[in-house]
């Protein structure tokens, strides 16, 4: 049975901290090393020259450089608090990585809340034996999403577990943010009589990491569309503060998403296949292994429900966003069979779209 070791909490703390370049019996820097070992892992003089060498070179802020066991935030008024886990395999894909997808995950969990995300934690997960040198493009990865997303990492933890116990590398992400003022994002604010705008093409993330997971060749426009959407929603919700409901795809894809609001909403929807936007590559992907692009899953694509008479300048305001600039409406709610999700085909008939029966491309965050 596999154990991780008795470890110290925290990434570090300052009591013990170790200055650059002392000598010690277990090897004072993490550049000494190139793989991970049980040490890094210890809470002592390794774990620290990881910290110093690697994460605070890259994440470094004047939170998080305070070293403590949490984070103090300088927040006010109402917040909004999430966490998330990435496991995906493999760690490195077009467009992404397992670095990108931990912030831009959990970034826009709290996007889709109607909030500003501001602060992240990161807590590593290494098995001994990974390469130190992939740690550090990981964390470069981690430290670009956020910058792109305008958040700061703020504390951590790392842990080191035996080799044979892990799969190289797993990452937790907690993230906070800001409430934007006069906004109200819950399913039961939906209506019958709702648009249905998703933001771009659909599928983009599963099949990419599908296609690397198997060493398929994929055209090279076709890329996971990991992506911090918090400036996107900030513009719309500014734009529009009657949006009723946010939500991003992730796993189960749109048929997911909209199975679980039409229930919480007690709606119905009705999709039009023809507006559904995919790109031919994906589709083609999903002829040959069976798959719906409506089950796949996406990591920088959202949903928004809206208000007819605001739908145009929503998407006036996506389009003005490189992550929104394909947006487009998809469907309606209906008052009819409330729960339900339908897609009228191309041919003019009505399909139900169920939820997903399980994990149908496993481990895709």
Not at 16 to 32: D, F, I, K, L, Y
Not at 81 to 93: C, E, L
């Amino acid at each position: 049975m596999c154990r991780s070791t008795p470890l110290v909490p925290a990434w570090c703390r300052s009591r013990e901290r170790v200055p650059h370049g002392t000598n010690t019996g277990e090897g004072g820097s993490a550049m000494e090393h190139e793989v991970i070992t049980l040490a890094h892992g210890a809470g002592g003089q390794l774990s620290h020259a990881l910290m110093e060498e690697v994460v605070l070179p890259e994440l470094g802020n004047t939170i998080l450089n305070m070293l403590h066991d949490g984070a103090v935030l300088p927040t006010a008024g109402r917040a909004a608090f999430t966490t998330d886990s990435y496991v995906v395999q493999p760690h490195f894909f077009p467009g992404g990585s397992i670095g990108r997808l931990a912030v831009c995950g959990t970034v826009n969990d709290l996007a889709m809340t109607g909030a500003v995300p501001r602060w992240l934690s990161l807590a590593v997960i290494l098995e001994e034996g990974f390469p130190i040198a992939t740690l550090r493009r990981i964390v470069r990865d981690i430290r670009a999403a956020a910058e792109e997303a305008g958040v700061l990492i703020v504390t951590g933890d790392t842990k080191v577990v035996p080799r044979g116990c892990g799969d190289g590398i797993y990452i937790n992400t907690a993230g906070v943010g800001e409430m934007i003022e006069g906004v109200n994002i819950a399913p039961t604010n939906i209506k019958a009589g709702m648009d249905i705008i998703v933001s771009g093409t659909l599928g983009d993330h599963a099949a990419t990491v599908m296609a690397a997971r198997h060493d398929l060749t994929l055209p090279p426009e076709i890329q996971s569309d990991s992506a911090p959407l918090c400036h996107l929603t900030a513009a719309m919700l500014a734009a529009a503060p009657s949006i009723a409901v946010l939500r991003d795809p992730t796993r189960g894809g749109v048929a997911a998403s909209l199975n679980e609001l039409a229930a919480a909403a007690h709606v119905g929807i009705l999709l039009d296949e023809t507006a559904i936007p995919v790109r031919p590559a994906v589709q083609g992907v999903c002829d040959i292994l069976g798959f719906d692009p409506l089950t796949l899953a996406n990591e920088g694509k959202l949903l928004a429900f809206v208000p007819p008479a605001d739908t145009a300048h929503v998407l006036a305001v996506m389009h003005e966003d490189p992550h929104g600039r394909e947006a487009c409406v998809i469907g309606q709610t209906t008052a009819e069979e409330p729960g339900t999700v339908g897609l009228r085909t191309a041919l003019g008939g009505i399909r139900i779209v169920d939820l997903p029966l399980g994990e149908l491309v496993p481990r895709i965050c």
